[in-house]
């Protein structure tokens, strides 16, 4: 495959939903770690969260500083800080949102794990600096949206990553399903119902994405989980 192989792995409620106040159920603990687990299961060398999922789990809305005279202008060239990383955390923020202190994830989600943004060309001289100056490598999805098919290629070309684990959310996984680019779908389904109507489900469409069409998926594996719960392993393409 010219691209690195795409998992999309999540944890919904019975409503689909991948956020809302059943997460905070008692019960709901024992999936989430299982979430974690089953990651760990998979063993894949990178892992990818759009800009709102990165910010709640690790830079916690932390705002940098970059107000300094004589920024020189920096081409929109891919940026390669690390390549022989033993794990990558690819972070998609068109325009350049994160606030990051160092070029790497250390915690449970992966220790260790070399930071890659993925951006737009709009993004700001100073925060291109600050990337280099911290060694966080970068690659350019677009001139002011992003073409996924164009990143997936590049992440299997600049830093030889065979396979991704796409881990939500709800708009960046759906801006996956729009471009085909979902190979698997690694399912924990929590047996509680959120009801709530305007919470984010497992595919949103952004307002700037064409109208999506249904895409198919073909159950290969089904583990039944303890209190209820299901993991799913589908497939886009028939064996
Ligand atoms: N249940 C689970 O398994 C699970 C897993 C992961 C996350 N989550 C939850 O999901 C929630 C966030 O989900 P979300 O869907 O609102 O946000 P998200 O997908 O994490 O991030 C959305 C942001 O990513 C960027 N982005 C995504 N698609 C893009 C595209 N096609 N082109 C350009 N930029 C794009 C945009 O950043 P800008 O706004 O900066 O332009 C967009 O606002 C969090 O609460 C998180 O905890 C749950």
Redesign the pocket.
């Known amino acids: 495959m010219e691209r690195p192989y795409i998992i999309c792995h999540?944890?919904?409620s019975l409503d689909g939903k991948?956020?809302g106040d059943y997460l905070e159920e008692e019960r709901a603990a024992y999936f989430r770690n299982l979430?974690e687990k089953i990651h760990d299961r998979y063993g894949c060398k990178a892992w990818m969260?759009?800009?709102?999922?990165l910010e709640?789990?690790f830079t916690f809305g932390h705002q940098l500083d970059l107000t300094q005279d004589n920024i020189e202008s920096i081409p929109r060239n891919d940026y390669v800080a690390n390549k022989e990383a033993k794990g990558f955390a690819i972070a998609?923020?068109?325009?350049g949102?994160l606030g990051w202190t160092k070029n790497y994830i250390t915690d449970d989600y992966g220790l260790g794990d070399h930071i890659i943004e993925v951006l737009t060309e709009q993004v700001s001289d100073a925060y291109l600096a600050h990337l280099q100056k911290l060694g966080i490598s970068y690659i350019f999805g677009g001139k002011e949206?992003?073409n996924f098919t164009v990143v997936v290629k590049k992440l299997k070309d600049l830093f030889s990553i065979e396979e991704v684990m796409l881990?939500?959310?709800?708009?960046?996984n759906g801006?996956f399903l729009n471009e085909d680019l979902i190979d698997e779908l690694s399912l924990i389904l929590v047996p509680i119902a959120d009801g709530a109507s305007n919470s984010?489900t497992l595919f949103?469409t952004?307002s700037f994405?064409n109208k999506p069409k249904p895409v198919n998926f073909f159950l290969q594996e089904v583990e039944k989980l303890d209190d209820g719960g299901l993991w799913m392993k589908y497939v886009t393409k028939r064996d």
């Not at 969260?49 to 999922?53: F, K, Q, W, Y």
């Open positions: 999540m944890l919904t991948i956020i979430y969260c759009g800009r709102v999922t709640e789990h998609v923020d068109p325009s949102k949206r992003i881990e939500g959310g709800g708009f960046l801006s984010v949103e952004s994405l």
